[in-house]
């Protein structure tokens, strides 16, 4: 905008080179007389004239260009005819201009008529060096009010608003419709204000044939909005050595304003109750301030008593932080389900060491957790004699019911904006196909089947999807029929073709399972096969204190082709035994289940953010861009003693501007909160 009136060669669009009339009659609307004195002019140009004394004007042009055409009166509403050379009326009629008087408010104005004319010249006129030269000639005709409410300066001007361009030798004619440059509380003289004005322009050339300011106006247009867009329109970027960027991430990703630490801390720490979007309230506008004293005459600082603390008597939280998760069970054991004291208990986590417990005079047992999660554990319990024959329950985990919360639009954006916000964000996205070569996931449509289901047998073992591949099954069936006399789950395996179970050397010893033929390698000598149990591998975990005969559903064994299912740790061979699915309708005494495997709930493992590394050649010239938005997060950036601290980040892949959000609170209780932008070219 502040290059505007120091060029006026807009932005013509030529069509014919042959001479061309405009030529019509400006009538009043209301009493159908001519009206003369008006201007009729070409937006942004030299070409233009008055009605005379019918009304009449003629306009000579010697090409066509597409500006619209203004009519003007200082007693009546302009006109604007967007296509003259394609469409102009014989007759145009003016409307009277309407002036109603509005509310009357009397205010004094928190600045004079020469502070709010300085600033009216500095964001209308620019303030480079060309337009120093500038000055208005008719200062006196317009009209400047400051609204202390909203902050906003207006102007007004019922005659074409004069400026002499000294430096280009124009003189111009601005009819002002409209002028509003809204500031922040700081007022006029410290801000940058956000400008909307509306007006029409016709120049005079005061300097024809003048070569030195024929250059002057040749290097202001050069590069100014006006060329840009001449360039863009005749698809000549390249020529005049413009270059079209995507604006990238700054755009793709929003700051979060509305929930932020800093909110956290100042607001919603101190309330009672759900502040929905807290960080609106702590923003720099009217409409943020009434907002915040609202919530407060509705909320209060009623989170924490403040005349008990002043006397010194603090509250206690009724429910203790959770410092730790933990299993608990029972072990019953005898005809009548009696609670079984002082039984072990042993826990095997997959992946970590095994411990032991015992259940106190109830038959109950608590086991503290540690782990991460995801994490399976397999549990059993055995009587005081070392015999399986109790029954272990788990008691389920207990968790607090959702609470749903309501949520409110006032606060969000309009669906207009949000609409620009994924369309930029798509537009990104169909980008990266693009590059893709195309390679994009499409979703279908719903499918329904209609044949008939086949059924198949309900196999417990299938609950393992790796067990379909086996080489061979036993099924209960035949573990019933192999159960007498067995007394571990490794005796099931005896005189089976192709495997070969040791016999323990020292007492106490678990049998070893090998499959196939006997096999020495640089490797290992008489390697076991690998025991899983219900999916999960077991490892050096003696198998008969997990599981017993009892539980065993069925048997799957991995000899050559199937075992490949299981990658390097599985070329000796595989064993995966199901357990038995418990089955109210089953009598008691013929089955207890003295051992259970389940997966708790465990804490979150810490979740690196992801960058790419370009630690090889081949990475460096990888031939997919990186169309990442959100480039760099760390939650613990650790500031030195001298208050220093430093990042480093691979950027995208497009030339853009990120925006840097920094926020914490230091030692000392002091909120930090920083938003800066770094460009990459």
Known sequence: MRNLLLFCSICWFVGSLSAQK????????????????????????????????????????????????????????????????????????????????????????????????????????????????????????????????????????????????????????VTLTGFEAEFSKQGIKATE????????????????????IDGRRMSTYIG?????LRALANNQLDQFGYELFDSGGNNDMAIDSLNTITASLLLTSELKGYIESPGYYLQDHQG????????????????????EVVKGSYSRPEI???????????????????PASNREVTVLPLGHIPFQTVTDTAGMFRIELHYPDSTLFLVQAKNQRGSDRVELTINPEMFPPAKHIPVSTTLLPSVSEKEK??????????????????MRSINLDEIEVTAQRIDKRDELRLRFP????????????????????????????????????????????????FIGPHIKTFLATNVPALILVDGMEIGDFPLSTLVSVQDVESIDIFKEVGASAFGSR??????????????????????????????????????????PKYDSPEDKNFNIPDFRTTIFWKPDQIISDYGHSSFDFYAADFPTTYSMLIEGISDEGTIIRQVETIEIR
């Open 22 to 173: 405009l030529v019509g009659i400006v009538y009043d609307k209301a009493n159908q007389e001519p009206v003369p004195g008006a201007q009729v002019y070409l937006e942004g140009s030299s070409l233009g004239g008055i009605t005379n004394a019918d009304g009449r004007f003629e306009i000579v042009v010697n090409s066509i260009v597409n500006v619209p055409l203004v009519i003007s009166h200082i007693s009546y509403q302009p006109i604007f005819i967007s296509n003259p050379f394609t469409y102009l009326p014989d007759t145009i009629f003016l409307k009277e201009k309407e002036n109603l008087l509005g509310e009357i408010v009397v205010q004094a104005s928190k600045y004079t008529r020469k502070e709010m004319l300085r600033v009216f010249r500095k964001v209308f006129l620019g303030t480079s060096s060309a337009a120093s030269s500038c000055v208005i000639e008719n200062e006196d005709k317009i009209e400047l009010w400051y609204n202390n409410l909203t902050h906003r300066l207006s102007a007004e001007c019922d005659v074409p608003v004069r400026i002499r361009n000294r430096y280009l030798g124009y003189r111009l004619y």
């Open 193 to 212: 204000p956000v400008i909307k004005y509306q007006c029409s322009i016709i120049f005079e050339d005061l300097a024809p044939n003048n070569k030195r």
């Open 224 to 228: 100014s909005s006006s060329h840009f």
């Open 288 to 307: 943020a301030t009434i907002a915040l004293d609202h919530l407060m005459m509705t909320h209060g600082w009623r989170r924490y008593a403040v005349s």
């Open 320 to 338: 203790g932080f959770e410092q730790t998760r933990e299993i608990t069970g029972t072990v019953k054991s005898g005809l009548l389900n009696k």
């Open 421 to 438: 916000v994924t369309a930029g964000f798509l537009n990104k996205a169909g980008q990266r196909a693009q590059y893709d070569e195309d």
């Open 466 to 513: 790796v067990n379909a591949s086996s080489d061979m099954t036993i099924y209960r069936e035949e573990i019933e029929r192999k159960m007498k006399g067995a007394t571990r789950v490794t005796d099931l395996l005896i005189n089976l073709p192709g495997e070969r179970v040791s016999n323990p050397i020292n007492p106490g010893e678990e049998p070893k399972v």
């Open 570 to 611: 599985g070329m000796f061979g595989a064993i995966s035994i199901t357990t038995r699915k418990w089955n109210p309708k089953d009598n008691p005494t013929d089955y207890r289940s003295n051992s259970t495997s389940f997966t708790p709930l465990g804490f979150q493992k810490p979740v690196e953010f992801y960058a």
